[in-house]
Structures are given as C-alpha cells and as structure tokens.
C-alpha cells in the first residue's frame, strides 16, 4: 500500500504513546493501547497497519483480523498470511483459515500443509454427512443380554476424580442396583495420559468392568486432526463390541461435545446396537472464552448443526436438565427420545460435617461470615469475578466481615487472584486450590452461604453444576444466579435463593438480605437437604436409566 509508514516509524510513534501514557503515571493505558490498535483502523489506517506489520500489536487477538486484511491489500507476505490464518483459527472460521494456509502450502511454507490436515480434521468432524468407517460386512450382533450396556466415556475413575468421571461412576452404580450390566470403554489413550504407563486392557472397579483401549506411549491423539483419532477408536472398537455384544451403546459427551457419538452411529451402522447419547455440556458453545466469537463463529454453527444432527439421530436421549431438555425439543427432537436424568448426591458420602475451628482459623475465617464456590476456575461462565466485585460492593456498604471462600483450582486463578487485588480485597478472599474430594465436607461446613453466581451464557443456561446439590445435602443455604438451569435446582424461594447473572451489585443485594436474615438461611439450608436428599440421589437415577432403554429394546424383566 503506497505511502505506509516504514517499520521504524511506527515503532517510534509507539514507543511515543507509551512514553505518553507513562508521564501520565497510566502504565495500563499503555498495555490497553496494544489491544486497541483495531480502533487505529478507521483514524489513521496508515498507522495501524504499519504497527500490524512491526508486530507491536497482540498478535493473538482476531480484532486484528481487518487490520491484517487491509495489510495484505498491499503486500501479501507469508507472515502476515501466517498471522492472518492462526487469527481466523482462534476467531473459529476454520475453513477461511484452511484456505489461508493452503496458499501458504503452495508458496512452500514447510508448516502450512499440516496446518491444513489439522483444519480439515476439524471441519470433517463437524461434516453433518461424515461418519468413521467401521470395518466388515454389516451384521446384526445378538446381545449376550438386553440388560447389558456399553459406555463410551472420554476418561473414568479412578485415575481421574473430575465432576464427568464422578457423575459416570455414580450414575453406573445406580445402573447396577437398578438390575442393569453397565461397562465402560474409554478413548485410545486413557489412562496413559493419566499417568498410567502400563495400561490393562481391562479392570473391574466397585464392582464395575472398565475397558481401556491402548496403542502405546508413542500414539498421540492431541497432535492428529481430530478425525484420525476417531476413525482409529471406531476401528479398535469393532472387535470389543463383538467380544462384549451390548444390547445398547450409550455415549456421554466427549472432550468437544458429541464426537463419540459418531463413532457409536458407525458401530451401529455395522452391528445394529442402538445409540444413546447422553449430554453433559454445550460445547459448541465453550470452545472459547472469547465471548466475542463462542457463539458467533463458523465452529460454533457448524458444531451446533452436527450436535443436533447427532440428536436426531441417535436412539434415545439423556438429558442433564430439564431446561436442556427443552432446548432440544425447540431444535426438533422428539421429546418422546428425551430422559431426564440429574446429578445427584451420595446421602453416606455426604452427612453434614461440624466445623472445624481449626480450619476455620488456618484459612484466617473466624469471626466472618463466610460466602463460598466450590467447582472449577477454568471458565468466564462461573463468574467468581461477579461473586469478586460483589465482596467489593458489600465492602463499600461497611460488611466488612464478609470474607469470599473459593475451593478449587483451574487455569483461571492467577487472573482471578489478580482481579481481588484490583478491586482491593484479595486479604478477603481466601483461594484454596485442589482439594481432596474425601475432605471437601470440611469446606462446605466452613461456608455460611454457598453461592453459584454463573454468567448469562448458554450452557450455564442449560447445564446443572453438581456443587450445588452437595451444599444442599450438608445444609448449606444456596445462592445462585437467576438462569433456567440453576433455578431448577433451587425454586426459589422454596429451598434456595436467586440473584440476577452478571449483576455484581444485585449479588452484593442478594447476599446482605441473606446475611440478615439467619432464619430465612436457616429454613433454606434445611429445605434444600430435604430435597435434595429424597429427590436427587444418585441411586434414584437407576430406574430413569432402566425406562430410557427400556423405550429403545423393550422390557428388561
């Protein structure tokens, strides 16, 4: 493009606004200024892209995507094709990205090709026309018994204590008591990656046969495209499923939503087993924090489109959530296919625990009244930065004594930990990191309100967390966000209290009624164990599972 500015200048108008900034005593202007560059695009474009080619800006944030097109206008190097293609990849648009790096590929970029195969993984998997091969002659395989059932999981227990591996063992335990066979495959690779280096090829845990299917340390899923890995299940699956000869295959969301469902339809395709698949996320939707491409992109059209192909499907449905359940029927399934089935609790797992003042003490609570999360901190949807800005709102109201318990760990704490100091309360904001599924009734019991304070987004929309089932059976009032899903758990006011999502000062609200009122906690705590002990149950989950297949192959007596 004529008259750019050259690398050098650029770089010392730059260092020029960063220089500004620093004067001005605004250090985090001039970082804010990197992420800004897009809004250079209309003022000054010959500025902006000039700073696009140097590399000043954030070169991992698609908002440089028009910049970069507008780049390219003039001269269409292999770096900026480069850069364009990883920004279209974090964006979502993967067949834009796919056709970027093939012009790569043919300039003779020595990565570009398999940049190409990983992207073309991606898109065949989410192909509503595309399914694995199963090898051989298609046969109809008789089941040894029509009680018994063959899961496909992504990973299991006990190498893995995770709320999925959890809800599977607790749920094939129900299965059990309710009269039925379950057994368990897991994915090439589990538990390799676990840690376990010498694999079996089958175990028998609480009672239970596991499968795990291996090809060695040197078989890496993660570096193929994605459809390698599945195609390679399918085909390690077919002479399992004949040795096993299940009445039903029932598949539970995988790593990127309904993928082993395809496998399971091309096994069915081969042998005649019906499918089950049974939805545990969204993750059409959590592909990405990014809130500006997770429900905007290519990826996530296109994986919503193959997850309710797969919906269609397939023999029958389990749903998480009876708002799930309601999504689905509004996107055309039959809500004959659908049962629901909840998470639940273990009632002897979980009796309610005295508190520990010495705990209490250790993680510097006493005196204060106590507002927990127990879960994950890997995900925007949960909204600790809420329940973070809330604790601040109810310090300028001079609760002081207010402290934020949070257990739990993920790839978010360092950022959240740095949110609490922002806000100037992280000495009120006490972060425990992983702790042992076997003394996490001592942390509930340190909780004076236990609270869920989930985003407006859609899988937090449809999904029910398990933590909250967990206070409620150890009587801890609960407080969670206004959504579908989580009012379900509470019904509010019957056993739980509600806070509009994403509303920081309506927490903060929400929270101080609830902290002076210790009889409306009290009644909370005690309805919500009621209920939840009588209702939600893992065991009582057995007989749901039974009717599901009971629909598909007839009666199991």
Do not use: C
Request: no cysteine; charged share 25%; aromatic share 6%.
């Amino acid at each position: 493009m004529a008259g750019v500015l050259p690398g050098r200048l650029a770089r010392r108008a730059w260092h020029g606004l960063r220089r500004r900034a620093a004067r001005l005593g605004a250090a985090r202007s001039a970082v804010m200024l990197l992420g800004d560059v897009p809004r250079l695009l209309p003022r000054s474009p010959r500025l902006a892209i000039a700073i696009a080619r140097a590399d000043i800006a954030d070169p991992m944030d698609p908002a440089m995507l028009p910049l970069i097109e507008r780049a390219l206008e003039g001269h269409r190097s292999n770096r900026l094709l480069g850069r364009q293609a990883d920004l279209l990849t974090r964006a979502g648009e993967f067949t834009a990205a796919r056709d970027t790096w093939r012009e790569l590929a043919a300039r003779g970029d020595a990565t570009a090709a398999n940049k190409v195969r990983l992207l073309e993984g991606r898109l065949r998997e989410t192909d509503p026309a595309w399914l694995p091969v199963a090898p051989g002659a298609p046969e109809r395989l008789a089941p040894v018994s029509r009680r018994r059932i063959l899961h496909i999981a992504k990973s299991a227990a006990p190498e893995r204590w995770s709320g999925f591996t959890i809800r599977t063992l607790q749920n094939l335990r129900a299965q059990r008591a309710a009269g039925l066979e379950p057994m368990v495959v897991t994915k090439i690779g589990w538990p390799r990656e676990a840690g376990v280096t010498n694999v079996p090829a089958r175990v028998t845990f609480e009672g239970i046969e596991q499968h795990y299917l291996d090809r060695g340390p040197g078989y890496a899923p993660r570096s193929l495209p994605v459809d390698v890995p599945l195609q390679d299940l399918t085909e390690d699956l077919v002479p399992l499923v004949r040795e096993l000869r299940p009445a039903i295959l029932h598949v539970h969301s995988g790593h990127r939503g309904g993928e082993l469902v395809l496998v399971a339809l091309a096994l069915r395709k081969r042998f005649g087993i019906p499918v089950v698949y049974e939805v545990r996320g969204l993750f059409e939707s959590t592909w990405t924090p990014d809130l500006r491409y997770a429900e905007h992109a290519e990826f996530f059209a296109r994986r919503l489109g193959q997850e309710t192909r797969l919906l269609r499907e397939v023999d029958g449905v389990i749903a998480i959530s009876q708002a799930l359940a309601d999504d689905f029927v509004g996107r055309g399934i039959s809500r004959d296919k659908i049962t629901i089935v909840p998470n639940g609790i273990d009632p002897a797992a979980l009796d309610v625990a005295e508190r520990d003042p010495a705990l209490r003490e250790r993680l510097g609570l006493a005196g204060s009244f106590v507002v927990g999360y127990l879960g994950n901190l890997d995900h925007w949807r949960e909204g600790i930065e809420v329940l973070i800005a809330a604790l601040a709102e109810l310090q300028r109201r001079g609760r002081d004594d207010v402290k934020v318990l949070v257990v739990g760990d993920g790839t978010r704490r360092r950022s959240l930990e740095a949110e609490a100091r922002r806000l100037r309360v992280a000495d009120a904001v006490r972060f425990t990191g992983r702790v042992p599924h076997e003394v996490v009734g001592g942390y509930y019991a340190q909780m004076d309100l236990f609270v869920n304070p989930r985003v407006d987004e859609r899988a937090a929309r449809y999904i029910t967390p398990l933590k909250p089932y967990e206070a409620m059976a150890l009587g801890v009032p609960v407080l969670v966000s206004d959504l579908p899903a989580l009012r379900e758990i509470v019904d509010p006011p019957a056993r739980g209290a509600v806070a509009p999502p994403g509303d920081s000062g309506g927490l903060a609200e929400a929270i101080e009624r609830l902290i002076d009122d210790p009889a409306t906690r009290a009644s909370l705590g005690a309805a919500g164990r009621a209920w939840v002990r009588a209702e939600r149950t893992w065991m009582s989950n057995g007989p749901r599972y039974r009717a599901a297949y009971e629909a598909i192959v007839g009666p199991l007596s």
